[in-house]
């Protein structure tokens, strides 16, 4: 049983009752908390060039909701206005993966839903807009407080101020407000419309969760057909009769166009290929960083046996399933590695920003097939060797 971060509601409770289904005020889910990262820590990781930030100043800019994308500089910060304005900063977890503990409340889901971890820091009166997002989050007040309001009555198709490069909405009556102190918490299912207002100075920890639109899913399949499709599969017709009609697509040439389509799209390995290749591809800020020297499998045997430790880049996204035949193919940052029998406890234990355990390394290493895998997954930056003091 996971701890459960809703107070006297259990987790089982929670993903009956609430989870993408209806939004949880938690007063106090986190009592105590100390905001781990300083506005000035917040500000100096958005003038770094890998790092994804943004700006949004509601007045006092170039135009009403003006929208700034970092990197930024020191001068960025020193001319803004004394309000209305929010800076968020995207994946700290990566950047400062002792972040990554915020998200132990939540290792109820499974760790491939997770997206990142936000953190804004807003000036008074500091918004983004009212508006809905299309993924999980939960609303984690670290310091300050914030007004936030919510729309839980349908609407219907909302429509957004138009000439704006945020999507805020036109029309917003909300119909619960609340007002978030220092550890309380608001989780919100996807499609909420909500607006949230800073009280004075304040920072908001988001943790929000992965969720591939049906289209994401369906190029990324479409795309994988393409690829490995066989060219020799072309529309024919042999035996055909006199057409009556030559400007007319005949009955049976549309019935095999579909079979031909159908016949290509049903293929579940294929399917459960690309979206697990989905779920762990990484953001474009957020690839690990390749080694310099890639190792062997020797030097890496060396290296274990030496002492060195194995870690798992926090930049790096780890999934696993099972196949049609039973099979486990692990998925690391976009790609697919199927796992010999030997193997498959490999599967278990990888997990973003993790050190793996010596003893279970030197284990795996006895597997051929285990010590190209792990060596493999070095080279590519997924694993990082860090050699003992």
Not at 296 to 304: C, K, N, P
């Given at each position: 049983?996971?701890?459960?971060?809703?107070?006297?509601?259990?987790v089982?409770?929670?993903?009956?009752?609430?989870?993408?289904?209806?939004?949880?005020?938690?007063?106090?889910?986190?009592?105590?908390?100390?905001?781990?990262?300083?506005?000035?820590?917040?500000?100096?990781?958005?003038?770094?060039?890998?790092?994804?930030?943004?700006?949004?100043?509601?007045?006092?800019?170039?135009?009403?909701?003006?929208?700034?994308?970092?990197?930024?500089?020191?001068?960025?910060?020193?001319?803004?206005?004394?309000?209305?304005w929010?800076?968020?900063?995207q994946?700290?977890?990566?950047?400062?993966?002792?972040?990554?503990?915020?998200?132990?409340?939540?290792?109820?889901?499974?760790?491939?839903?997770?997206?990142?971890?936000?953190?804004?820091?807003?000036?008074?009166?500091?918004?983004?807009?009212?508006?809905?997002?299309?993924?999980?989050?939960?609303?984690?007040?670290?310091?300050?407080?914030?007004?936030?309001?919510?729309?839980?009555?349908?609407?219907?198709?909302?429509?957004l101020?138009?000439?704006?490069?945020?999507?805020i909405?036109?029309?917003?009556?909300?119909?619960?407000?609340?007002?978030?102190?220092?550890?309380?918490?608001?989780?919100?299912?996807?499609?909420?419309?909500?607006?949230?207002?800073?009280?004075?100075?304040?920072?908001?920890?988001?943790?929000?969760?992965r969720?591939?639109?049906?289209?994401?899913?369906?190029?990324?399949?479409?795309?994988?057909?393409?690829?490995?499709?066989?060219?020799?599969?072309?529309?024919?017709?042999?035996?055909?009769?006199?057409?009556?009609?030559?400007?007319?697509?005949?009955?049976?040439?549309?019935?095999?166009?579909?079979?031909?389509?159908?016949?290509?799209l049903?293929?579940?390995?294929?399917?459960?290929?690309?979206?697990?290749?989905?779920?762990?591809?990484?953001?474009?800020?957020?690839?690990?960083?390749?080694?310099?020297?890639?190792?062997?499998?020797?030097?890496?045997?060396?290296?274990?046996?030496?002492?060195a430790?194995?870690?798992?880049?926090?930049?790096?996204?780890?999934?696993?399933?099972?196949?049609?035949?039973?099979?486990?193919?692990?998925?690391?940052?976009?790609?697919?590695?199927?796992l010999?029998?030997?193997?498959?406890?490999?599967?278990?234990?990888?997990?973003?920003?993790?050190?793996?355990?010596?003893?279970?390394?030197?284990?795996?290493?006895?597997?051929?097939?285990?010590?190209?895998?792990?060596?493999?997954?070095?080279?590519?930056?997924?694993?990082?060797?860090?050699?003992?003091?």
């Open positions: 049983m996971y701890p459960s971060p809703f107070g006297e509601l259990s089982t409770a929670f993903l009956r009752d609430y989870w993408q289904q209806q939004p949880l005020l938690v007063r106090q889910a986190f009592p105590g908390f100390q905001t781990p990262v300083s506005p000035e820590e917040l500000a100096g990781l958005a003038c770094e060039e890998e790092v994804e930030s943004r700006l949004v100043l509601e007045t006092g800019g170039l135009a009403p909701w003006e929208l700034r994308h970092g990197p930024f500089v020191e001068e960025d910060f020193t001319t803004l206005p004394d309000s209305h929010t800076l968020l900063v994946d700290m977890e990566k950047h400062l993966p002792q972040l990554r503990e915020l998200f132990q409340p939540f290792r109820f889901l499974p760790h491939w839903r997770v997206d990142d971890l936000m953190i804004s820091y807003a000036a008074p009166g500091g918004s983004v807009g009212p508006h809905t997002d299309q993924y999980d989050v939960f609303l984690i007040q670290g310091s300050g407080r914030r007004h936030w309001s919510i729309r839980v009555a349908d609407e219907g198709d909302p429509r101020i138009d000439g704006l490069d945020l999507r909405l036109a029309r917003f009556e909300p119909d619960r407000t609340w007002l978030l102190e220092p550890g309380d918490m608001l989780y919100l299912p996807p499609g909420v419309p909500h607006h949230g207002v800073a009280d004075g100075p304040c920072m908001t920890f988001s943790v929000g969760f969720a591939p639109a049906r289209r994401e899913l369906l190029m990324a399949v479409l795309e994988e057909i393409a690829e490995h499709c066989n060219e020799k599969l072309r529309f024919t017709d042999p035996q055909r009769r006199p057409s009556e009609d030559p400007a007319r697509i005949d009955a049976e040439a549309l019935q095999q166009a579909r079979d031909l389509v159908r016949q290509a049903d293929d579940d390995t294929l399917i459960d290929r690309c979206f697990a290749r989905l779920l762990t591809e990484p953001k474009p800020h957020c690839h690990p960083e390749v080694p310099a020297e890639p190792p062997t499998t020797a030097s890496l045997i060396t290296a274990v046996q030496a002492g430790r194995l870690y798992t880049s926090p930049f790096s996204r780890f999934a696993w399933y099972r196949d049609g035949n039973d099979r486990a193919m692990l998925a690391v940052d976009g790609e697919i590695y199927p010999p029998a030997e193997c498959e406890t490999l599967a278990s234990i990888l997990e973003a920003d993790r050190a793996l355990e010596p003893a279970r390394i030197k284990q795996l290493l006895e597997s051929t097939a285990a010590t190209e895998l792990l060596t493999e997954l070095t080279d590519l930056g997924a694993l990082i060797v860090e050699e003992p003091v």
